[in-house]
């Protein structure tokens, strides 16, 4: 049973940081593929970081590719995301997210929600101007 927990969402200013963290149990497969995707208000999930265990580099969405970095700790089961220089419009329900198994597809998938089959609960990030 593949389970995905995130925590360390809250209450930011503009400018400030957050280190949204993701434990994941259940995955068997060498092969990972996560990301971390977000939902602002009425509006779609979008895809916000992925990483893939085989070492290519992480995608990122444009609007965050200067202040949002995701990392995942093997050994731990720990997938991060650190974000730095909030602002605004960052603000919204964060998820964190599996394909499991993965394919062996460009990491470049991993931007769209409909390639993830297991889901975090979320966790609320709110940036205040």
């Known amino acids: 049973q593949v389970q995905l927990v995130e925590s360390g969402g809250g209450s930011a200013q503009a400018g400030g940081s957050l280190r949204l963290s993701c434990a994941a149990s259940?995955?068997?497969?060498?092969?990972?593929?996560m990301g971390w995707l977000r939902r602002k208000t009425a509006s779609e999930r979008e895809g916000v970081a992925s990483?893939?265990?085989?070492?290519?580099?992480?995608v990122y969405t444009d609007s965050v590719s200067e202040r949002f970095t995701i990392s995942l700790d093997i050994d731990r089961k720990i997938l991060y995301l650190q974000m730095n220089n909030l602002k605004p419009e960052d603000s919204g329900m964060y998820y964190c997210?599996?394909?499991?198994?993965?394919?062996?597809?460009?990491?470049?998938?991993?931007?769209?929600?409909?390639?993830?089959?297991?889901w975090g609960q979320g966790t609320q990030v709110t940036v205040s101007s």
């Open positions: 997210a599996a394909v499991v198994p993965c394919p062996r597809k460009s990491i470049e998938r991993l931007r769209y929600p409909s390639e993830y089959n297991y």
């Open positions: 259940g995955i068997s497969y060498d092969r990972k593929c």
């Open positions: 990483i893939a265990t085989e070492g290519v580099r992480p």
